[in-house]
């Protein structure tokens, strides 16, 4: 039987269109599992060692009441909990695995400890197996123990899959592992947080005075985006926001009982510790795997933890941003009800000043409705109201405006068009490929008062005519660039692809922002984040190395990420090297262990016809080398040959960027990249970043 291929769809960053690729009918899988959290969670020390705690004791009270140990295992992955089971003196083990990749992989697993004859792999929904005689299993089992949760602990399904288990998989007032859930809140006052959700009055500066961008009405009422916004609060500064609860203990989830999946809300009365404007919640949740509560394992950030010295790093599971559906202004003192709100896989919360009568009537769950929450994301909504940002672009657009100018502005749902047209553009055009950001743009145009003065067009920038630019030839070609179909930063160089395929539409002469590019990248160290992809090989005593293998075996993508290096290899350097001095080295403050490489993306926008200085590629690692790029890429000519350890091609008006980084070094297991992607906008404001945030990528 030959292999089944299978057609997957995927958005080209070069072209931002919809392609259909032919790919096996395990590529995605294997590519989720090799992108996935299974090391990070491996690697969780804190988890794996509670859990173990947790499963051995409930095994004893089993058995100190005479009876078999049977455990169903839900969601068992590499079957580790599984096997904990069978080594704290278990009888016998059900591993459901529905993810069919992962399951054989458990088989694997199992077999190579030795525990085949105690443990049986069932690759199929929990809600799906089945009890008796003819059954998955032969009789319900009397211990659940389960990994299910994710950051906001009930977004994989969780409570189905317990109301499933209790229902028809396990015995009356059976053990669980865990026992006890709890979710806890915290109300703050954080304008950086609340400009992920809203989008803020922007201020412009013009010759004409101060002019105001507002944003519609119906953006302003929209209470967001239904999805969590899932962070590390233990990164982010206590002086981003302002505390104005304490921490709430907002409703527990018994685990041993029956669980229900029904929609319910959950109140707490609290008194504001300050006055100010509640804006957004800070969630978190703990598990305690035993009935007394002495083993828990949780989430709390630094401020909220019993022992901030001792905590455990963990990627898998973080902390949670909620926002509520309109600001709302607090006094200290005068008490109030925060409510929590949930179905069977959301929660999302609201500030009420006195308790509902009914727990089980509840707020519907929050839509966008406004479009700007389904164009932009958290981070997008950021970059918009950073009104520094928004002086940065001001300041290079006014470099290279005329009253004359005609301008395009080629960037998905972008403000940029309006910045021209306040600046003195004597005409904007702005491009938006899709209906949703077609309409969103239209509206915000048009609480402006611009709907007259920016002309929309709604159509692929290879597909653009001269009719639809009213027969005038573009002198400013304009992008931030920002585009909804990049994944990942090195994605939005589909400007260039826009600027070949719009070349004929430019007039003599015409300026084009961003026009040139550099790549830099530095070794850093990092405590915990190398771990999500490093190779567990023993795991509380397990042998799941076959599971390291698996991942290192997987073709990744080209597209998505690069194999990993030993930066710290004293091989000797390859050709094309250069060493660096060791003053060098010392400013550079390198000491340590290498695990990583930081890829920095650096838009450099030329002005004119000026270059904005030197741009390269500085590679520090323990042996202190440098890897040579030219002096900068432009659009106008052909990119001079680099360095024989890097490979780019050429790069021209008609041409489309491509980077391959390739390394001669020795492949080590504990490297990942990072990377970020900046922009550069003038001479005038040389050395002021505007940054997107790093992107970790690793093999």
Known sequence: MGIMKIFCSRANPTTGSVEWVEEDEHYDYHQEIARSSYADMLHDKDRNVKYYQGIRAAVSRVKDRGQKALVLDIGTGTGLLSMMAVRAGADFCYAIEVFKPMADAAVKIVEENGFSDKIKVINKHSTEVTVGPEGDMPCRANILVTELFDTELIGEGALPSYEHAHRHLVEENCEAVPHRATIYAQLVESRRMWSWNKLFPIRVQTSLGEQVIIPPVDLERCPGAPSVCDIQLNQVSPAEFTVLSDVLPIFSVDFSKQV???????????????????????????????????????????????DPEEMQWRDHWMQCVYFLPQEEPVVQGSALCLVAHHDDYCIWYSLQRTSPENERVLEMRPVCD???????????????????????????????????????????????????????????????????????????????????????????????????????????????????????????????????????????????????????????????????????????????????????????????????????SLQPPPPGFKQFSASACRVAGITGICHHVQLIFVFLVEMGFHHLGQAGLELLTL??????????????????????????????????????????????????????????????????????????LCS
């Not at 999946?261 to 707490?268: D, G, I, L, Q, T």
């Not at 006055?275 to 828990?296: F, N, T, Y």
């Not at 005609?406 to 068009?417: E, K, R, T």
């Open 623 to 696: 042996r202190s080398t440098r890897l040579g790029l030219p002096e900068c890429w432009d659009y106008r000519g052909e990119l001079p040959c680099p360095a024989p350890n890097i490979f780019l091609s050429k790069l021209n008006l008609v041409g489309v960027f491509s980077l391959h980084l390739t390394c001669h070094s020795q492949q080590t297991s504990d490297c990942c990249t990072l990377l970020e992607i900046s922009f550069v906008l003038s001479p005038a404001c040389s050395g002021s970043l505007c940054s997107m945030p790093p992107l970790g």
């Open 370 to 568: 406004c479009q700007a929450h389904l164009l932009w994301n958290r981070p997008r909504f950021g970059e918009i109201n950073d009104q520094d940002r928004t002086d940065r672009y001001v300041q290079a657009l006014r470099t290279v405006l005329k009253p004359d100018s005609v301008c395009l502005c080629v960037s998905d749902g972008s403000l940029m068009s309006m910045l021209a047209h306040h600046l003195g553009a004597e005409q904007v055009f702005t491009i938006e490929s899709s209906a949703a950001s077609h309409k969103l743009m239209r509206k915000i145009f048009k609480v402006n008062h611009l709907e007259d003065k920016i002309n929309i067009i709604e159509k692929r920038p290879e597909l653009l005519t001269n009719e639809d630019l009213q027969g005038r030839k573009i002198s400013l070609l304009l992008g931030e660039p920002f585009f909804t179909t990049s994944l990942l930063p090195w994605h939005n160089l589909y400007f260039w692809y826009v600027r070949t395929a719009v070349d004929q539409h430019l007039g003599p002469g015409a300026v084009v922002m961003p026009q040139a590019a550099s790549l830099h990248a530095v070794v850093v160290e990092f405590r915990d984040l190398w771990r999500i992809r490093s190779p567990c090989g023993d795991c509380e005593g397990f042998d799941v190395h076959i599971m390291d293998d698996m991942i290192k075996s997987l073709p990744l993508s080209p597209r998505l990420e690069y194999k990993w290096h030993d930066l710290g």
């Open 260 to 306: 229900s999946s029904s929609a319910a809300c959950h109140s707490r009365q609290f008194e504001p510790l300050a006055s100010g404007r509640a804006q957004v919640v800070l969630s978190w949740w703990d598990i305690e795997m035993d009935p007394e509560g002495k083993i828990k394992c949780t989430m709390a950030p630094f401020w909220a933890h019993s």
